[in-house]
């Protein structure tokens, strides 16, 4: 494995009196995926904002590239994209006016260039002038993931990517997914869909009320592992 | 990476953009303030009482209740498409977001203000002319106080059930001390009374407009937090 480039540790996080998050610990490497597999309410999505440092954790510490995340640190902060079922964009905006506005706030140096550069890399030039609240679904993610690549994070996080895409729009999110890896950058991917999670992922998690029941690298053998998370989310 | 009131400047220039797209909230204001105008000028006997005795209350009456219309849509912004966690995942404090919206809502009320008034003038034959300089200050000394606080408290009802009515009733409350004072300060502004009169009532929204900011400034961080 290489150098952790992001490392968890005795992660807990609750709301009131409900423990979302329950002593989580893993660490990854650079161009490692870590898919996060789990039934709706284990807790996943509060442990990936917690991950990007939305959420601040009750006990535990994040590391990314050895250095502490804080919500205070802004250079921490750069290091991390978010991707979610949502866009995260503001609909009345253009993409090239909600991609140009966050290059703004990330101090990119000429931010309309940078913003036609992520679109143009998206596929989708032709439909920046285009207000994001209009585009298909499959349009708003892609603008979506150009958002979240806009500033050249090496963490990448992303909360159920897939849902409401078509099978076109899907696969298409499946490429874009793959260059994440292929460019050497850490991903945490959280879903309850197993095809779309294990396609991607280098290492693996099922996470059940809270806890990780699992955590390794992914083995060739899926249908062992369907096995298992079956069997995990029923003692659950 | 922007300063923080650079990065404010650059979110407030995103709200506005916003809002000037749609027009929604300050049209629902614009269209709340001549209602409301035209409905006192109509309900008043004049022969009771004098337009400039009830002139002051009316205008800030209607100023603060057309100004609450715009501060929902603040953060509601935010909460479409989930917007605000990027936002906050951004390398900006969050001193910048609550600058950046506070600057966005002190422009949308002033623009409010800014039509308001000249109706205000028509509908109840107000000489504001005269007294423009003066009422100009108290009017931008009292819509500090009521941003400050109000993109605060907005903040904090976005994520309750109901935030458009929670907005109303957790605000009024703090609005007594900058209302009072901007009508007082009116009331003698139209009655031509000496500025030694007006003086301790500007002291009082000045004080106000500085205690509400620092405080806003200290603790904003923290409405954010789940």
Redesign the interface.
Known sequence: MSAPSLVVEGLVRGFGHVRAVRGVSFSLGRGEALAVFGPNGAGKTTLLRLLAGILRPDRGDIRIGGLPLVRESAGQRRRIGLIGHQTLCYDGLSAAENLEFFARLYGLGDPRVAALKALEEAGLSDRAAIRVGTMSRGQQQRVAIARALLHDPEIVLLDEPFTGLDQHAAAALRGQLGRLRREMRTVVLVTHNLDEGLELASHVAIQVAGRFAEFGPRSGDAAAFRTRYAEATANG | ??SALG?GL??AG?DL??EL??RTAFLSSLAFTALVLAIFNFARDPTLISATDLAPGILWITFSFAGLLGLNRAFA?EL????L?????????RTSIYLGKAIANLVFVGLVEGVALPLFAIFFNVPILPVLGGLTLVIALATIGFVAVGTLLSAIAVSTRFAELMLPVLMLPFLVPPITGAVQVTSRLFAARPFAEMAPWLKLLAGYDIVVVVTALLIFEFTL??
């Open positions: 990476m922007a990065a650059i979110i995103k953009k916003l797209r749609s912004l479409e498409n989930r917007a966690e990027a936002l906050l995942l951004a390398p900006v404090s937090d789940q």
